[in-house]
């Protein structure tokens, strides 16, 4: 990788805004940003690797509260570090139950699908034509008559 990233560069690579890399760093979920002579930031491997997992707990919902208090507690060093895993251990916790919800959500969606489609399978072939012909015959006319509306 090239040494000390513009704004833009960092931007296109991590997905985040160069506004948003300017809030992080404002907030302080990033440290400083070293900069070029003409004031522009250059970012450098290491930034990238942060920015990195601050994304992945951006993925996992982690309050934006919480990510500064780690990113505080990392800027203090290796005196933090069973904080810093108290903490994650807390928050990976919450992902793991939020896991589980989701599962047993899904499971559920499986379970009505299921049924839904017992239900079709047990109608008459005539009753299953009708109804997709209803289904689909609006959603055809739906462009002709938002056409005409504008006019």
Avoid: C
């Amino acid at each position: 990788m090239e040494s000390h990233l513009s704004i833009d560069e960092v931007a296109r690579r991590t997905g985040l805004s160069a506004h948003t890399l300017r809030y992080y760093e404002r907030i302080g979920l990033i440290a400083p940003v070293a900069r070029a002579p003409g004031g522009q930031r250059r970012y450098a491997a290491a930034d990238l690797e942060w920015i990195g997992f601050l994304l992945r707990l951006r993925a996992t919902r982690m309050p934006i509260g919480q990510m500064q208090a780690f990113a505080r507690l990392r800027s203090e060093g290796n005196a933090t570090a069973g904080a810093r895993r108290a903490l994650l251990e807390a928050h990976l916790a919450e992902v793991l139950a939020v896991i589980e919800a989701m599962q047993q959500a899904a499971t559920a969606l499986q379970a009505k699908i299921g049924h839904y489609r017992d239900i079709e399978r047990s109608l008459p072939s005539s009753a299953t034509d009708e109804r997709e012909s209803h289904a689909t015959g609006p959603l055809r006319n739906r462009p002709r008559a938002a056409a005409r509306d504008r006019r």
